[in-house]
């Protein structure tokens, strides 16, 4: 009686012509046909892994184990067309013999019905495990290589920036793209100065920054997209720094970086970042920070004014909370997500006060911090000595123990000499050639005006008091930046110009 038989075949590229799914099936009826062999059925999976897909996963194999149709035998070319992993291809074997059917391998010569072929077929298996592991192993390897180098080593490249040919040697490496960087510096700062996503998001739509290639190709849109925004101002290439994730096989975005082997710290190309990388991990934070319904998606079809978000805080709780932009009974107000306390309609009178108290005022801005010294790297050691210290509480293995307390000690050792460098934080105030009221009448857009109001108020906050029957003004406290300058500025007296005449 002729032996009835399936045929499967698996490929993960394509192009693989040596292995292609056409030879697979053709040396399969070809064995079949040698044999007498019916074949009653094929199964195909093509484009797929054996090393990250077992054969339970595969719409293929899930067919053929489902499949109505009796057959005595399943042939396939190789072994490792089956499975790369022992556990995954005894697995595999065990499920066919459930079903009364046996695995035959063209090129391995092995049939599974017999003693002979189940023990050869183990050993190759644990071979093909071995050589899936030591290519994957290889491939690591180099790409670490590469990336410590400096080089690109493929996939989408950040917007803002290029791979342009490595002026060291061969590859390429990453270099800022002098038509886009820009943008993304106009980003970056607008998000620093606390603008939200969207606000950024609208600014790149005002000044016909162009889309990423790939968001444009795949989407067909014709402006920026929210998440476009954030996953950019979250790219740890702002700071010159690379995204590493070995072993990462989710389709979540790892957030570990590429260190240096001795210090752990990341490791930093200058002549692509924009900003350190402590002002990068403050960008990040602040990000995260941003709870608001104001920041989300949905919030974007809100018709109430973001001039004043950011700047509203509840003054209900030991400490201050950001209140959210709404509305309450079609008007434009602020609420806590904590207590529920609201209040409507301050705007207003909060631009009253700011041009009777600032107005008149010449405009000072306070520049961003200056890390001295050997400071610039102190906030990144702590973060990483933090990390390191969470990683030695958690461990059980005296090996990584181990080298887990050398990494601490020589941060420590790097913290010590930087420190002896007598770094200083530096907040320089510049004095600009307006008034707040000047530069507030010439503001065109909500974040030139958000630009001035920043550099005059700190913040406001909001205590309960009465509602209803107009806005109660006693339960707003402004917090004012140099609030030594406040209040209109009286007019010199005769005397006084005729002294300063005499000067």
Known sequence: ???????????????????????????????????????????VDEGV???????????????????????EAVIIWKLDRLARRVLDFHLANEALKGRGAGLVAVENAIDMATPDGRLVAGVLAQFAEYEAEAIAARVRAARRHLLHAGRVVGGTVPYGWRSVPNPDGPGLVLAQDPDRIGYVRGAAERAMRGGSIYSVVQWLDEVGAPLPRASQARRKRTGWHYGTVERLLRSPTLAGMTAYNPGNTTKARGAELLRDPGTGLPVVDESVAIMSPAEWRALVKALDDRDSAQTKPRAMRSKTSPLLSGLVWCGEHDEPVRMHRGTTQGRASFYCPRCHQAISNIEPYVLEQFLALKGEHVRWSVVEEVLEGGAAELPEIEHRLSEFGTALQATDDDEEADQLTEQIATL?????K?????????????RHTQTYGEDWAEAESVEEQRAVLDDALESITIRRGRVGRGLDTSRLTFQWRFPEQLGPIESPDDQTLAAWAEE
């Open 418 to 430: 930087l420190r002896q460098e007598a770094p200083k934080v530096v907040h320089r105030p510049v």
């Open 412 to 416: 420590r050792r790097m913290r010590r």
């Open 1 to 43: 009686m002729s032996r009835r038989c399936a045929i499967y075949a698996r490929i993960s590229i394509s192009s693989e012509e040596s292995v292609s799914i056409g030879r697979q099936i053709e040396s399969a009826q070809q064995y079949a046909a040698a044999r007498g062999w019916q074949v009653v059925a094929t199964f």
């Open 49 to 71: 892994s054996a090393s990250r897909n077992r054969p339970e996963d595969r719409a293929g194999w899930r067919a053929l184990m489902e499949s109505t149709e009796p057959f």
